[in-house]
């Protein structure tokens, strides 16, 4: 602590706490005194950094730079002798800068960066995943293409799939690690909670969600492994390559692409969260399905994801119904059965043929999903079956939603019946002009005689003229407000009765500011006449205790 007795100067006195308070956080101030004096306070805290006094950032920065370099005093009033340097400790510096400087882990307390990080991690995880399936396909189609299973391509594509894997593991650890400090953040917002921005390990694996992604995603062909396994169905033998059977499993990992797919659903949203809060809702794979099922792009969606069901069920499909028996590269002892190749499915006896055209699977996960079937294809196996089955349902489901989403999309909205009315309003004004003109022609001919009548009057009934015209007139004169649901009249409601009580609240307002100062005149007369009352009788009864009045000072 160095002292300036120059007034001209300014003196700074840095007070370094090493004292830790309960959150972990260290307060530095330091002391500006020029002629009139001023005082600096930079406090960090739990809640980020925080200057308490004008220009609070200007002026710590200012405190930053002295600490960085050495103060030279002239020789002269201020007594500290030539070329005097006050030097700060390393230390201290690196301190004041801690105080000074925004903290790097002040992302952890902010909900919209932990939110654009998240995001940004699952967008890593796409491509991730895309990669290390397209990986397994490499490698089974090698082995469909008679490939070596030891051959140097098969084996680059199983070390590439095994790096990607630790790679989407990682990702989906930090993934898991953002969404709960964001959960953890938002609770703290929503409820007034204490904050807990420190999410340690034992926390993330803790989540059921972490612990089945990374079983989705960990699972694969390791390089230098290939093995056949062989399975025993509906008195058949069916074997598989350890390849086919790994990348039939690779290919749930394209359901990661699912978070990623609702940020980009919700990402037109303003201030996603803080309003979810107070709305009690939860922002996440339903909200987004139904953001998107109610919008012109509905029919564009569910088109997209039936396509994209059908090619992967399909890939899957055609997988699992080829034989490795069949193939030049997987020798195996029950190969030689003749239940492997000469194939008996309830009575129909044929022999087991590989079908590797994708497009024939395609058109049978096709005609399956839309439940017609024309039974031109059938799984042979218990796992294609299985697939056969998956299909259905999600035909079925995109079938439902098609019909459903068309339909809203046909049904007319507010201003739309809006316009119509307006239309119909008219259209039944000028149907109106020219019903007068038959009524009068018709009354004036008939009121002549009704001899020169016309074929088309003599045909009109007088009393029919008359209910159209009744008719039309009602509509005429309808009010294109009484034509809306009955959302819009209770919003519409809701909002003459708002302005109402703003009328009343202005009408009030004007009312007591003519008899304000009135009523403040009776208050404040009101409050001396009882305070000197109550004065009064003290005196009272001082002079009855002392018996003397002239004793008693007022």
Known sequence: RKKDACSDHMEFALDLSSKKQSNSSSTISAQSIPSQGSRIAVRTGSLGDSFT????????????????????????????????????????????EDAVVPRKKAWKRDHVAIHRKLVYTRRILVPLSMLGTACAVVQNELIFANYDPQHVL??????????????????????????????????HLHELGPIASRVTPWTVVQSKSFWLQIFVMAIHNPPGYSEVFGMYLLSNWILYRSETLFCVWNFTRVFLIWGSIVDWLVSDLPMLH?????????????????????????????????????????????????????????????CNE??????????????????????????????????????????TTHIGRSFAVASTIVGII?????????????????????????????????????????????????????KKLTRKQRAMNPKQLLRQWQQTKQTASADVSET?????????????????????????????????????DHHSQWEKSADNDA??????????????????SP
């Not at 309830?346 to 049978?364: A, M, P």
Request: charged share 20%; proline share 2%; hydrophobic share 45%.
């Open 154 to 187: 098969i084996n680059l594509a199983k070390g590439l799939n095994s790096v990607i894997t630790i790679l989407s593991i990682l990702a989906i650890y930090r993934a898991s690690y953002l969404q709960i400090l964001l959960r953890n953040v938002l609770t």
């Open 338 to 379: 003749a239940a492997a190749r000469h194939w008996s499915i309830h009575g129909t006896e044929f022999d087991k043929t590989n079908d590797l055209f994708l497009y024939n699977s395609i058109w049978f996960m096709f005609i399956t999903t839309t439940t017609v079937g024309f039974g031109d294809m059938l799984p």
């Open 53 to 96: 006094t004008m220009p609070q950032l200007a002026r710590a920065r200012m405190l930053a730079d002295v600490s960085r370099r050495s103060f030279n005093a002239e020789q002269g009033g201020c007594g500290l002798g030539p070329q005097k340097k006050i030097l700060v400790p390393d230390k201290a510096r690196k301190r004041i």
């Open 398 to 450: 995109c079938t439902t939603l098609l019909t459903a989403s068309t339909a809203n999309l046909l049904v007319w909205t507010d201003k739309e019946t809006r316009a119509l009315t307006m239309v119909k309003r008219e259209e039944a004004r000028q149907q109106r002009e020219v019903l007068a003109v038959n009524i009068i022609s018709l009354w004036w001919r008939l009121r002549a005689g009704g």
């Open 535 to 552: 004065m009064a009788e003290f005196w009272q009864k001082q002079i009855r205790r002392s018996g003397n009045a002239s004793a008693i």
């Open 484 to 520: 809306s649901d009955v959302s819009s009249k209770i919003d519409k409601t809701k909002f003459q009765i708002q302005c109402i009580e703003g009328q009343v609240e202005k009408a009030a307002k004007k009312l007591w500011a003519n008899n304000a100062f009135e009523l403040m």
């Open 274 to 334: 803080i309003f979810a809060g107070f709305a009690s809702i939860r922002i996440g794979s339903s909200f987004a399905i139904k953001k998107a099922l109610n919008s012109w792009y509905a029919i564009v969606y569910i088109a997209l994801a039936w396509t994209v069901s059908c090619v992967l069920l399909a890939y899957m499909f055609r997988s699992v119904e080829i034989s490795a028996c069949l193939l030049d590269n997987s020798p195996h002892p029950n």
